[in-house]
């Protein structure tokens, strides 16, 4: 059974496009994230939800938005996309709510952007 | 703020031969902290955490990690390496809303 899913896995496009990518996790956690790893594999948190809520929203062009329709999913809208935006972007979900230190993230499996 | 930082973005170690991947944070007050792997186009599982308690944690897959308060470390160990075992190893802090900082990550080379 999968926890996280994320759709695509892979997405191309040109720049100056509008993309989206999907993230559900089946796991009942209240918490979820965004990451975006670069290509020398360090990974960022650029969002986090918590029961539809926005607690997490880290230095990122506002060309990025997050939508949560629901605490199982989270969404990551891309307008404009530049060429910089390449990257593997991981959704991740947490049982507990924010400032329990201790709880571990599940990840999907990531979705590679390649922005041409 | 708290921050992670992995010792050699590369270690390559024999297979049967002892697994050390180094991790030192940095942080005010007690840390959580917690040792990912990530296997190629996959995405993070988790190995270990550490929580207040016990210095030594046991983990997934043969890891075990050491928690050192006097010198800031929480390294990760192996005592002899297997193939499966190539991939790269991210060292992480938990902080206060809930996200996790991580390192720049370690890739494990194994040689046969």
């Known amino acids: 059974d999968t926890a996280v899913s994320q759709t695509p896995k892979y997405l191309v496009t040109q720049m100056g496009n509008d993309k989206s990518i999907k993230c559900e996790q089946n796991?009942?956690?209240?918490?979820m994230y965004w990451y975006k790893q670069d290509s020398k594999k360090f990974l960022k948190i650029m969002f986090s939800y918590n029961n539809k809520e926005l607690i997490i929203n880290e230095t990122v062009p506002n060309r990025f938005s997050p939508k949560s329709p629901d605490k199982a999913h989270l969404n990551l809208h891309i307008n404009s996309l530049e060429l910089g935006d390449s990257a593997v972007y991981f959704c991740?979900?947490?049982?507990?709510?924010?400032?329990?230190?201790?709880?571990?993230?599940?990840f999907g499996n990531g979705t590679r952007l390649t922005v041409t | 703020a708290q921050s992670v930082t992995q010792l050699g973005s590369h270690v390559s170690v024999s297979e049967g031969a002892l697994v050390l991947l180094r991790c030192n944070y940095s942080s005010s007050v007690p840390p959580y902290l917690f040792w990912y792997v990530q296997y190629p186009n996959q995405g993070l599982q988790l190995l270990l955490k550490?929580?207040?308690?016990a210095t030594l944690v046991k983990g997934i897959n043969g890891f075990e990690a050491e928690f050192k308060k006097s010198e800031t470390s929480f390294h990760l160990t192996k005592p002899s390496a297997h193939m499966s075992d190539a991939a790269e190893y991210f060292c992480a802090v938990s902080w206060g809303s809930g996200g996790l900082t991580f390192g720049k990550g370690t890739h494990l080379i194994i040689q046969p």
């Open positions: 796991l009942g956690h209240d918490t």
């Open positions: 550490y929580t207040t308690g």
């Open positions: 991740a979900s947490s049982p507990r709510p924010p400032g329990s230190y201790n709880s571990p993230l599940h």
